[in-house]
Protein backbone atom coordinates (compact mmCIF):
# COMPACT_ATOMS: atom_id res chain seq x y z
CA UNK A 1 0.00 0.00 0.00
CA UNK A 2 1.76 3.51 -1.29
CA UNK A 3 2.01 5.87 2.32
CA UNK A 4 -0.81 7.95 2.57
CA UNK A 5 -3.58 5.77 2.28
CA UNK A 6 -5.90 4.72 4.44
CA UNK A 7 -8.08 1.81 4.95
CA UNK A 8 -11.66 2.14 4.39
CA UNK A 9 -14.52 1.19 6.73
CA UNK A 10 -14.74 4.10 9.56
CA UNK A 11 -14.83 7.31 8.35
CA UNK A 12 -11.68 9.05 7.68
CA UNK A 13 -10.71 12.59 9.59
CA UNK A 14 -11.51 14.02 6.62
CA UNK A 15 -14.47 12.69 6.00
CA UNK A 16 -15.77 13.59 9.19
CA UNK A 17 -14.63 17.09 9.29
CA UNK A 18 -16.51 17.87 5.64
CA UNK A 19 -19.53 16.12 7.43
CA UNK A 20 -19.59 18.43 10.17
CA UNK A 21 -19.33 21.69 7.60
CA UNK A 22 -21.79 20.48 5.76
CA UNK A 23 -24.02 19.95 8.46
CA UNK A 24 -23.08 23.47 9.64
CA UNK A 25 -23.55 24.79 6.12
CA UNK A 26 -27.26 23.13 6.39
CA UNK A 27 -28.43 24.55 9.35
CA UNK A 28 -27.31 28.13 7.88
CA UNK A 29 -28.61 28.35 4.68
CA UNK A 30 -32.57 29.11 4.93
CA UNK A 31 -31.90 32.02 7.58
CA UNK A 32 -28.47 33.21 5.62
CA UNK A 33 -30.34 33.79 2.46
CA UNK A 34 -33.51 35.08 4.03
CA UNK A 35 -34.42 38.82 3.73
CA UNK A 36 -34.20 40.88 5.65
CA UNK A 37 -30.36 39.78 6.09
CA UNK A 38 -29.49 38.88 9.07
CA UNK A 39 -25.50 39.61 8.97
CA UNK A 40 -23.62 37.81 11.73
CA UNK A 41 -25.58 34.67 10.42
CA UNK A 42 -24.84 34.96 6.95
CA UNK A 43 -21.40 35.40 7.99
CA UNK A 44 -21.07 32.30 9.73
CA UNK A 45 -22.54 30.79 6.36
CA UNK A 46 -20.12 32.67 4.19
CA UNK A 47 -17.48 31.64 6.46
CA UNK A 48 -18.44 27.62 6.37
CA UNK A 49 -18.95 27.67 2.50
CA UNK A 50 -15.37 29.09 2.25
CA UNK A 51 -13.71 26.53 4.77
CA UNK A 52 -15.68 23.56 2.83
CA UNK A 53 -14.05 25.13 -0.81
CA UNK A 54 -10.27 25.22 1.01
CA UNK A 55 -10.97 21.71 2.49
CA UNK A 56 -12.24 20.29 -1.15
CA UNK A 57 -10.04 22.48 -3.09
CA UNK A 58 -12.77 22.76 -5.47
CA UNK A 59 -11.97 26.35 -6.63
CA UNK A 60 -15.21 26.80 -8.71
CA UNK A 61 -17.03 26.79 -5.03
CA UNK A 62 -15.48 30.17 -4.52
CA UNK A 63 -17.93 31.74 -7.22
CA UNK A 64 -20.81 30.44 -4.74
CA UNK A 65 -18.96 32.19 -1.33
CA UNK A 66 -18.29 35.29 -3.35
CA UNK A 67 -22.39 35.77 -4.43
CA UNK A 68 -23.02 34.88 -0.73
CA UNK A 69 -20.54 37.72 0.08
CA UNK A 70 -22.04 40.05 -2.33
CA UNK A 71 -25.25 39.60 -1.61
CA UNK A 72 -25.20 40.04 1.87
CA UNK A 73 -23.20 43.61 1.68
CA UNK A 74 -25.49 44.65 -1.11
CA UNK A 75 -28.21 44.45 1.51
CA UNK A 76 -25.82 45.46 5.04
CA UNK A 77 -23.32 47.69 3.30
CA UNK A 78 -19.38 46.73 3.67
CA UNK A 79 -19.33 44.43 7.22
CA UNK A 80 -15.72 43.96 8.56
CA UNK A 81 -15.68 40.07 9.05
CA UNK A 82 -16.76 39.91 5.16
CA UNK A 83 -14.20 42.46 3.87
CA UNK A 84 -11.76 40.34 5.54
CA UNK A 85 -13.07 36.98 4.18
CA UNK A 86 -13.39 38.40 0.79
CA UNK A 87 -9.54 39.92 0.42
CA UNK A 88 -8.95 36.27 1.95
CA UNK A 89 -11.03 34.85 -0.81
CA UNK A 90 -9.29 37.54 -3.64
CA UNK A 91 -5.83 36.68 -2.22
CA UNK A 92 -6.40 32.78 -3.09
CA UNK A 93 -7.57 33.64 -6.62
CA UNK A 94 -4.69 35.87 -7.34
CA UNK A 95 -6.62 38.98 -7.61
CA UNK A 96 -4.30 41.59 -5.44
CA UNK A 97 -5.18 44.35 -6.11
CA UNK A 98 -8.79 43.36 -5.22
CA UNK A 99 -7.87 41.88 -2.17
CA UNK A 100 -6.21 45.48 -0.70
CA UNK A 101 -9.24 47.11 -1.97
CA UNK A 102 -11.16 45.16 0.51
CA UNK A 103 -9.09 45.58 3.14
CA UNK A 104 -9.90 49.41 2.78
CA UNK A 105 -13.82 49.01 2.55
CA UNK A 106 -13.65 49.74 6.70
CA UNK A 107 -11.85 51.82 8.49
CA UNK A 108 -9.31 50.30 10.79
CA UNK A 109 -10.23 46.94 9.20
CA UNK A 110 -6.66 47.28 7.54
CA UNK A 111 -4.96 47.20 10.98
CA UNK A 112 -6.26 44.17 12.65
CA UNK A 113 -4.24 41.21 12.66
CA UNK A 114 -5.15 38.74 10.53
CA UNK A 115 -5.46 41.66 8.15
CA UNK A 116 -2.12 42.62 8.94
CA UNK A 117 -0.76 39.50 7.95
CA UNK A 118 -2.64 39.32 4.96
CA UNK A 119 -1.09 42.28 3.78
CA UNK A 120 2.66 41.55 4.08
CA UNK A 121 1.03 38.12 1.75
CA UNK A 122 0.47 40.28 -0.60
CA UNK A 123 3.59 42.33 -0.26
CA UNK A 124 5.30 38.80 -0.91
CA UNK A 125 3.42 38.31 -3.22
CA UNK A 126 3.38 41.61 -5.17
CA UNK A 127 7.79 41.49 -5.01
CA UNK A 128 7.77 43.52 -1.88
CA UNK A 129 10.31 41.79 -0.55
CA UNK A 130 11.31 43.80 2.50
CA UNK A 131 7.79 45.21 3.45
CA UNK A 132 6.56 41.43 3.71
CA UNK A 133 9.45 40.41 5.87
CA UNK A 134 8.65 43.36 8.37
CA UNK A 135 4.80 42.59 8.07
CA UNK A 136 5.16 38.96 8.81
CA UNK A 137 7.82 40.06 12.29
CA UNK A 138 5.61 42.48 13.25
CA UNK A 139 2.22 40.35 13.27
CA UNK A 140 4.34 37.57 14.86
CA UNK A 141 5.11 40.51 17.25
CA UNK A 142 1.24 41.13 18.06
CA UNK A 143 -0.30 38.00 17.38
CA UNK A 144 2.27 34.92 17.94
CA UNK A 145 -0.06 32.56 16.20
CA UNK A 146 1.31 29.00 14.37
CA UNK A 147 -0.15 30.71 11.05
CA UNK A 148 1.81 33.81 11.64
CA UNK A 149 5.22 31.58 12.60
CA UNK A 150 4.40 29.32 9.37
CA UNK A 151 4.12 32.42 6.84
CA UNK A 152 7.67 33.51 8.11
CA UNK A 153 8.96 30.30 8.15
CA UNK A 154 7.89 30.19 4.28
CA UNK A 155 9.57 33.43 3.92
CA UNK A 156 12.64 32.39 5.36
CA UNK A 157 12.67 29.26 3.23
CA UNK A 158 12.63 31.36 -0.11
CA UNK A 159 15.23 33.15 0.80
CA UNK A 160 17.53 30.49 1.55
CA UNK A 161 17.53 30.20 5.62
CA UNK A 162 16.20 26.28 6.10
CA UNK A 163 17.37 26.30 9.26
CA UNK A 164 15.34 29.27 10.42
CA UNK A 165 12.43 27.96 8.40
CA UNK A 166 12.37 24.67 10.33
CA UNK A 167 12.94 26.38 13.73
CA UNK A 168 9.48 28.29 12.41
CA UNK A 169 7.37 25.60 11.72
CA UNK A 170 8.40 23.73 14.98
CA UNK A 171 7.06 26.91 16.53
CA UNK A 172 3.85 27.05 14.84
CA UNK A 173 3.17 23.29 15.81
CA UNK A 174 3.94 23.66 19.22
CA UNK A 175 0.77 26.41 19.14
CA UNK A 176 -1.63 23.88 17.56
CA UNK A 177 -3.93 22.76 20.01
CA UNK A 178 -4.91 19.05 19.35
CA UNK A 179 -7.96 20.33 18.18
CA UNK A 180 -6.60 21.88 14.91
CA UNK A 181 -5.03 18.42 13.48
CA UNK A 182 -5.55 19.55 9.66
CA UNK A 183 -3.46 22.55 10.18
CA UNK A 184 -0.64 20.15 11.91
CA UNK A 185 -0.85 18.00 8.84
CA UNK A 186 -0.61 21.17 6.46
CA UNK A 187 2.61 22.38 8.82
CA UNK A 188 4.15 18.77 8.30
CA UNK A 189 3.75 19.15 4.27
CA UNK A 190 5.23 22.39 4.76
CA UNK A 191 8.33 20.77 6.49
CA UNK A 192 8.50 18.37 3.74
CA UNK A 193 8.44 20.13 1.14
CA UNK A 194 11.48 22.58 2.58
CA UNK A 195 13.35 19.16 3.41
CA UNK A 196 12.67 18.12 -0.56
CA UNK A 197 13.94 21.19 -1.64
CA UNK A 198 17.45 20.36 -0.63
CA UNK A 199 16.93 16.67 -1.71
CA UNK A 200 16.24 14.90 1.60
CA UNK A 201 13.76 12.24 0.88
CA UNK A 202 13.94 10.55 3.60
CA UNK A 203 12.77 13.47 5.95
CA UNK A 204 10.05 13.98 3.85
CA UNK A 205 8.84 10.67 3.80
CA UNK A 206 8.75 10.94 7.50
CA UNK A 207 6.95 14.32 7.87
CA UNK A 208 4.34 13.49 5.17
CA UNK A 209 3.55 10.22 7.38
CA UNK A 210 3.29 12.05 9.73
CA UNK A 211 0.75 14.67 8.34
CA UNK A 212 -1.51 11.02 6.97
CA UNK A 213 -1.50 9.93 10.56
CA UNK A 214 -2.57 13.52 12.02
CA UNK A 215 -5.35 13.71 9.55
CA UNK A 216 -5.93 11.00 7.94
CA UNK A 217 -7.87 10.90 4.35
CA UNK A 218 -6.82 14.81 3.34
CA UNK A 219 -6.34 14.45 -0.63
CA UNK A 220 -3.58 17.06 -0.49
CA UNK A 221 -1.47 14.80 2.00
CA UNK A 222 -1.91 11.72 -1.33
CA UNK A 223 -0.85 14.81 -3.55
CA UNK A 224 2.40 15.85 -1.86
CA UNK A 225 2.78 11.93 -1.37
CA UNK A 226 2.09 11.32 -5.25
CA UNK A 227 5.01 14.23 -6.15
CA UNK A 228 7.99 12.82 -3.92
CA UNK A 229 6.93 9.78 -5.81
CA UNK A 230 7.59 10.79 -8.91
CA UNK A 231 10.49 12.86 -7.90
CA UNK A 232 12.43 9.38 -6.92
CA UNK A 233 11.28 8.03 -9.96
CA UNK A 234 8.46 5.78 -8.74
CA UNK A 235 6.32 7.11 -12.09
CA UNK A 236 4.12 4.09 -11.86
CA UNK A 237 2.85 4.54 -8.45
CA UNK A 238 2.78 8.03 -8.66
CA UNK A 239 0.69 7.75 -11.81
CA UNK A 240 -1.68 5.58 -9.60
CA UNK A 241 -2.20 8.23 -6.79
CA UNK A 242 -2.50 10.95 -8.73
CA UNK A 243 -5.17 9.45 -10.69
CA UNK A 244 -7.02 8.60 -7.49
CA UNK A 245 -5.94 12.33 -6.45
CA UNK A 246 -7.95 13.60 -9.86
CA UNK A 247 -10.94 11.62 -9.51
CA UNK A 248 -11.39 13.39 -5.91
CA UNK A 249 -10.69 16.90 -6.90
CA UNK A 250 -10.94 17.27 -10.97
CA UNK A 251 -8.42 20.22 -11.18
CA UNK A 252 -6.34 20.74 -13.97
CA UNK A 253 -3.05 21.03 -12.34
CA UNK A 254 -3.56 17.63 -10.69
CA UNK A 255 -4.93 16.27 -14.08
CA UNK A 256 -1.77 17.60 -15.80
CA UNK A 257 0.46 16.38 -13.07
CA UNK A 258 -0.97 12.67 -14.13
CA UNK A 259 -0.05 13.55 -18.05
CA UNK A 260 3.55 14.22 -16.33
CA UNK A 261 4.14 10.81 -15.04
CA UNK A 262 2.96 9.00 -18.25
CA UNK A 263 5.11 11.06 -19.94
CA UNK A 264 8.17 10.32 -17.60
CA UNK A 265 6.86 6.34 -18.03
CA UNK A 266 7.39 6.40 -21.55
CA UNK A 267 4.12 6.83 -22.68
CA UNK A 268 2.70 10.02 -24.09
CA UNK A 269 -0.16 8.95 -25.94
CA UNK A 270 -1.57 8.60 -22.38
CA UNK A 271 0.03 11.38 -21.27
CA UNK A 272 -2.58 13.26 -23.82
CA UNK A 273 -5.96 13.14 -22.57
CA UNK A 274 -4.94 14.39 -19.57
CA UNK A 275 -3.09 17.06 -20.67
CA UNK A 276 -6.34 17.87 -22.98
CA UNK A 277 -8.62 18.46 -19.98
CA UNK A 278 -6.03 20.28 -17.83
CA UNK A 279 -5.84 23.05 -20.77
CA UNK A 280 -8.79 22.92 -21.83
CA UNK A 281 -9.88 23.72 -17.83
CA UNK A 282 -7.08 26.43 -18.18
CA UNK A 283 -8.35 27.98 -21.34
CA UNK A 284 -11.90 28.32 -19.97
CA UNK A 285 -10.98 29.96 -16.80
CA UNK A 286 -8.77 32.65 -18.34
CA UNK A 287 -11.86 33.36 -21.25
CA UNK A 288 -13.82 33.88 -17.73
CA UNK A 289 -11.78 36.02 -17.14
CA UNK A 290 -9.88 34.42 -14.12
CA UNK A 291 -6.36 34.77 -13.38
CA UNK A 292 -5.67 31.53 -11.07
CA UNK A 293 -4.18 29.90 -13.72
CA UNK A 294 -2.39 31.98 -15.61
CA UNK A 295 1.11 30.72 -14.00
CA UNK A 296 -0.13 27.36 -14.72
CA UNK A 297 -0.70 28.16 -19.10
CA UNK A 298 2.29 29.71 -19.06
CA UNK A 299 4.11 26.81 -17.49
CA UNK A 300 1.66 24.35 -19.86
CA UNK A 301 2.86 25.91 -23.01
CA UNK A 302 6.07 26.45 -21.79
CA UNK A 303 7.00 22.32 -20.63
CA UNK A 304 4.73 20.39 -22.25
CA UNK A 305 3.30 21.75 -25.73
CA UNK A 306 6.83 23.95 -26.36
CA UNK A 307 5.50 26.92 -27.73
CA UNK A 308 7.36 29.78 -26.58
CA UNK A 309 5.30 32.36 -27.99
CA UNK A 310 2.09 31.12 -26.04
CA UNK A 311 4.21 30.83 -23.35
CA UNK A 312 5.55 34.16 -22.93
CA UNK A 313 1.46 35.55 -23.55
CA UNK A 314 0.20 33.66 -20.58
CA UNK A 315 3.34 34.76 -18.47
CA UNK A 316 3.22 38.36 -19.16
CA UNK A 317 -0.49 38.25 -18.01
CA UNK A 318 0.71 37.11 -14.98
CA UNK A 319 3.75 39.43 -14.61
CA UNK A 320 0.73 42.32 -14.77
CA UNK A 321 -0.91 41.04 -11.67
CA UNK A 322 2.04 39.77 -9.80
CA UNK A 323 5.47 41.23 -10.31
CA UNK A 324 7.57 38.82 -7.54
CA UNK A 325 10.37 36.31 -8.98
CA UNK A 326 8.25 33.69 -9.31
CA UNK A 327 6.23 35.35 -12.11
CA UNK A 328 9.81 37.04 -13.40
CA UNK A 329 11.13 33.61 -13.37
CA UNK A 330 8.09 32.00 -15.17
CA UNK A 331 8.63 35.24 -18.25
CA UNK A 332 12.47 34.56 -18.46
CA UNK A 333 11.66 30.77 -18.77
CA UNK A 334 8.58 31.48 -21.36
CA UNK A 335 11.31 33.46 -23.22
CA UNK A 336 13.79 31.50 -23.27
CA UNK A 337 11.28 28.28 -24.54
CA UNK A 338 10.96 31.18 -27.21
CA UNK A 339 14.65 31.59 -28.42
CA UNK A 340 14.67 35.58 -27.02
CA UNK A 341 17.74 34.11 -24.89
CA UNK A 342 18.55 38.41 -24.35
CA UNK A 343 15.14 39.27 -23.07
CA UNK A 344 15.25 36.44 -20.96
CA UNK A 345 18.74 36.77 -19.49
CA UNK A 346 17.50 40.38 -18.52
CA UNK A 347 14.03 39.37 -17.05
CA UNK A 348 16.16 36.57 -15.39
CA UNK A 349 18.32 38.75 -13.94
CA UNK A 350 15.22 41.17 -12.15
CA UNK A 351 14.49 37.29 -10.52
CA UNK A 352 17.64 36.73 -9.44
CA UNK A 353 17.70 39.89 -7.70
CA UNK A 354 15.11 39.38 -5.15
CA UNK A 355 17.55 37.14 -3.45
CA UNK A 356 15.31 34.05 -3.39
CA UNK A 357 17.46 30.82 -2.50
CA UNK A 358 16.30 27.85 -4.91
CA UNK A 359 17.78 25.09 -7.15
CA UNK A 360 15.05 25.10 -9.71
CA UNK A 361 15.20 28.72 -10.20
CA UNK A 362 19.23 28.63 -10.58
CA UNK A 363 19.15 25.64 -12.71
CA UNK A 364 17.12 27.85 -15.00
CA UNK A 365 18.98 31.01 -14.60
CA UNK A 366 21.93 28.59 -15.76
CA UNK A 367 20.25 27.26 -18.95
CA UNK A 368 19.32 30.54 -19.68
CA UNK A 369 22.84 32.03 -18.90
CA UNK A 370 24.71 29.59 -21.01
CA UNK A 371 21.86 30.25 -23.92
CA UNK A 372 23.05 33.92 -23.86
CA UNK A 373 26.24 33.19 -24.04
CA UNK A 374 27.27 33.79 -20.53
CA UNK A 375 29.18 30.35 -20.03
CA UNK A 376 31.07 31.16 -16.65
CA UNK A 377 27.86 32.65 -15.07
CA UNK A 378 25.83 29.47 -16.32
CA UNK A 379 28.52 27.03 -14.93
CA UNK A 380 27.93 29.28 -11.34
CA UNK A 381 24.70 28.87 -11.61
CA UNK A 382 24.42 24.91 -11.97
CA UNK A 383 27.21 24.66 -8.96
CA UNK A 384 24.69 26.75 -6.99
CA UNK A 385 21.95 24.57 -7.95
CA UNK A 386 23.79 21.17 -7.28
CA UNK A 387 24.88 22.67 -3.91
CA UNK A 388 21.21 23.44 -2.59
CA UNK A 389 19.79 20.12 -3.63
CA UNK A 390 22.03 17.28 -5.74
CA UNK A 391 18.91 16.14 -6.94
CA UNK A 392 17.64 18.84 -8.37
CA UNK A 393 17.17 17.62 -11.39
CA UNK A 394 15.06 15.52 -9.55
CA UNK A 395 11.76 17.76 -10.67
CA UNK A 396 8.66 16.12 -11.40
CA UNK A 397 7.25 16.63 -8.02
CA UNK A 398 6.94 20.39 -9.34
CA UNK A 399 4.55 18.92 -11.94
CA UNK A 400 6.81 20.25 -15.03
CA UNK A 401 10.42 19.23 -16.22
CA UNK A 402 13.51 21.90 -16.89
Not at 80 to 107: G, I, Q, T, W, Y
Not at 286 to 299: E, N, P, Q, T
Not at 307 to 331: C, K, M, Y
Not at 365 to 370: L, T
Amino acid sequence: MVRGQVHRGTPTDYEIELERIDRDIRELEDGALTIPIDVEEATRFAYRLYGRVSLTGNLAGFEVVQTVIDDTMRQVGPWADLCLLKANLDFKLHRLADARRDLEMVPGLADIPQARALRADLDLQQGRYEDARAGYENAIQENRTWDNLARLAYFKARMGDGEGAERLYVEAQDEITAKEMRSYAWVELQRGLLDLAYGRYAYVWAHYGRAAEAYSGYWLVDEHIAGLLGAQGKCDQAVALYERVAARVPRPDLQQAVGDMYVSLGQPYRARPWYEKALAAYLESARRGDVHYLHHLAAFYAEVRHNGSEAVRWAREDLRLRQNFSTQAALAWALYRAGRFAEALATMHQALSSGVRDAKLFFRAAMIYRAAGRTDAGARFFREAAEINPRYLDVHYSGTAP
